[in-house]
């Protein structure tokens, strides 16, 4: 079992900077990437970025340039900074762990609005 704890959402203007922190436990030895998703009220869960554990990234194109996946093996835990935050990036915010193609956890989410 891996648990997934998010942190770090909340309310910001436009143009603004957030830090979401995803901590990692468990059985996690064997994860091979860590992932940001995203579901806004009324919409679909989407990728925003992911990471695996060679260091490769990957971004959704509506978030590229403007936030950037990380992570800290030492601390098990996985980072997105977000900057120049628009309206259209409020959601709620989740992160996943995946080990293979058919196993994956996630985390309760963190709220992100960006108002105008």
């Known amino acids: 079992q891996v648990r997934l704890v998010e942190s770090g959402g909340g309310l910001v203007q436009l143009g603004g900077s957030l830090k979401l922190s995803c901590a990692a436990s468990?059985?996690?030895?064997?994860?091979?990437?860590m992932s940001w998703y995203r579901q806004a009220p009324g919409q679909e869960r989407e990728l925003v970025a992911d990471?695996?554990?060679?260091?490769?990234?990957n971004y959704a194109d509506s978030v590229k340039v403007r936030f950037i996946i990380s992570s800290d093996k030492a601390e098990n835990t996985v980072y997105l900074q977000m900057n120049s935050l628009k309206p259209e990036d409020t959601a709620v915010y989740y992160c996943?762990?995946?080990?293979?193609?058919?196993?994956?956890?996630w985390g309760r989410g963190t709220q992100v609005t960006v108002s105008s």
């Open positions: 996943n762990a995946a080990q293979g193609r058919y196993l994956n956890w």
């Open positions: 468990g059985f996690i030895a064997n994860i091979d990437r």
């Open positions: 990471i695996t554990t060679s260091g490769a990234t």
